[in-house]
């Protein structure tokens, strides 16, 4: 069964920076649609990057810019940057996978989830 360990959250003052990864056992990365998504206390789950197997991505409009989501096949690890961050950043954040290349559609097509690991923007 496929394994997600989501690392690289922290503590980060407003208009800082954070690269989190995600890293896969027991399955790879290829032919894979994957995706970051984000979630706190105040709204649910939302999806906040998607790349799929060919490395054409998505980003959350909202985001403006300021996220890049990237894969390393050979690492079977996922990356999100994340830069100019702002306090309505502050969440945890979940790396997802699907047993296809394909990323359009609706999200309960993500079949594979990590724990999350949490980020924090203090103003």
């Known amino acids: 069964q496929m394994q997600l360990v989501e690392s690289g959250g922290g503590s980060v003052q407003a208009g800082g920076s954070l690269r989190l990864s995600c890293a896969a056992s027991g399955y790879t990365y290829s032919s894979r649609c994957l995706a970051w998504f984000r979630q706190s206390p105040e709204k649910e789950r939302e999806v906040v990057a998607t790349i799929n197997n060919y490395g054409s991505t998505t980003h959350a409009d909202s985001l403006k810019g300021r996220f890049t989501i990237s894969r390393d096949n050979a690492k079977n690890t996922l990356y999100l940057q994340m830069n100019s961050l702002k306090p309505e950043d502050t969440g945890m954040y979940y790396c997802?996978?699907?047993?296809?290349?394909?990323?359009?559609?609706?999200?309960?097509?993500?079949?594979?989830w990590g724990q999350g690991t949490q980020v924090t923007v203090s103003s």
């Open positions: 997802a996978a699907r047993d296809v290349s394909f990323c359009g559609g609706g999200n309960s097509l993500y079949k594979y």
